[in-house]
Structures are given as C-alpha cells and as structure tokens.
C-alpha cells in the first residue's frame, strides 16, 4: 500500500473516506489497493484495512467488522447526517453490546439522502436534528439519547430480553422512568407498547429489578397487604440503606434476595449485619429467596400477612 494511505489508514484506525484519501493521494491509490487486498470498501466511499474484515466472505462487508469499528464506519458514510440509533446506539451507551454480524442502525432526518444497503438499517425520522438535544456524543459516536434509543430499541430486543437494559438504566441514573415516558409518547404506534408502558410504571413505583416487579405483581398485592414504600432510603448510623418494600405502619421491610446472593457466604454476612442494625431502629426485615417467590407465592403471601398481623398488636 502507497505509504502515505498506508499513515491515513492507520491514523482512522483502520478506517478511511474516500474523500479523506483524496486530500492527500489520488483516486487511484485507494482503487490500487482495494485491488490488491489490501482495503475492503465496506460502504459507498468509505473503506478497511482488509486485516479487520474477517467472516464468510458472502456476507456483507460491514457486518463482518467488529461493532465498534462497523458503526465509525456507518457514520463516516452518513456524512453527518445520520447518528447511531436503535440497538447500536444501546451497543454506544453500554446497555446491550452488539456482536459481529448484527446490522448497524442509522436514523437520519427525512429528507436525509441515505436508504437501507447490506449491513445498516436507515430509519427515517421528521423533525429529527443531527445535533443537540436530539443526538449526542458518545465515546467520539454520534447517537439518538437514550430514552429514545430504549424505546426505539423495545420491539426488536427478544421479549425475554427486553426489560433489563430499561432496568439498568434508570438504576445507574441514566436516565428516569418520567423522560422514558415522554419518549414512549412519541412513538404511538410501538410494538407491545403496553408492556413497556407497564415496566415504566413498576420503575416509578420503586421496583428496581424482574424479582420485585414479579412480586408487586403477583406476590406482596392483594387484601390485607399494606401499600408497601420502595427503595426507602433509611439513616442507620452513618451509612444510608435502601430498602426493598417497607410497610411503614408496621416497621416491616421485606427484602427479595435474588438467585445471585443465594448461597453466598459473604453476601449472607453483610445481608445479616445490616439487618441487625435495621432491627437496632426497630425494622423488622423479612428475608424471602428467589426460588419461594417464584415457585410458593401462596405461602410468602400467607408468612408476610401473619408477620404484619403480628406487628400491628
């Protein structure tokens, strides 16, 4: 390869335009060493050093790239014009990473004069702005923010799937169960809509993971059950605890121990400190595991109303 492209490329880290190459070397350099394997075009214009082209070469050039390298390329194409949406940009804020082979998503304003081809998916949005507050930057990328990265990416995660990277979010505050909510309004016609609109509402009630939605749901509801308060920020000392579920009246904090802390000798020991300290200030936990919640609902609902009865005389 001409030495001077040779430099190009490796300043783009692999990548180069095109238009970059043609500041510096003529066309037919870059011509020259597509012919002589030494770049894969992968996009119109736009161009790999063929040592990070792996895969079948019968599939598209830019699905055969790492995630990170195939969406510099997308928007080196967009040319400014698009931004990484939809399940890239969920790859771009570290909620769900793509793997090799998966098609880039690029959405770009209407008149936009980008379409569809092998390997990324242009979704076409009005009164969309490729600039702020509509995209952002992240990690050098320009992509969608993320409240509508989510919802545009909630039909096209699979169903068993969909609910931990909305989870995750609002737990690391990136983001709130309100601006979700302004973003789902947005997109009216979303595929199960409902459902995201429900795990918003669970969010904003206070559960925090699958096992406490599950049991606001179909465990801790019904008569006698009290309208328990979640993650409940408690002084004990010096430190600040949350709790799971707190029936305020009754001093009761029920706390849903998932299948990670079960059989955890450390975990056991902090779990069993902090509840000494809670009981301390008068709040009784009551510790449920995974398995029960999920497999004896009738007998956690029937152990919970007698500890509450209990309380209350």
Known sequence: MDSVLQGLVELGDGLVTLGAARQVVPSWTVESACRNGELVRVLPEVFVAARL????????????????????????WAGGCGALSHLSALD??????QAVGEVVHLSTPANANLRTRPGVVIHRRRNLLIEPPHVVVR?????????????DSWPTIPPAERRAPVIWAVNEWLTTPERLRVALESVPKLTDRAALRTLLTRLAEGCRSPLEIWGHEHVFTGPGMPAFR??????????????DMLAERERVNIELDGTTTHGDPRQREIDLRRDAQLASIGILVVRFAHRRLLHEIDAVRRETLAVLATRRT
């Open 230 to 243: 979640r993650q409940v920020a408690v002084k004990v000392g010096r430190r600040t605890v949350y709790l």
């Open 53 to 76: 082209v792996g895969g079948r070469p019968d599939t598209p050039a830019l699905s055969r790239l790492d995630p990170a390298l195939s969406h510099r390329a997308a928007l080196a």
């Open 92 to 97: 771009a804020w570290g909620l769900r990473p």
């Open 139 to 151: 990690q050098g990328l320009t992509v969608t923010r993320l409240e509508q990265a989510l919802v």
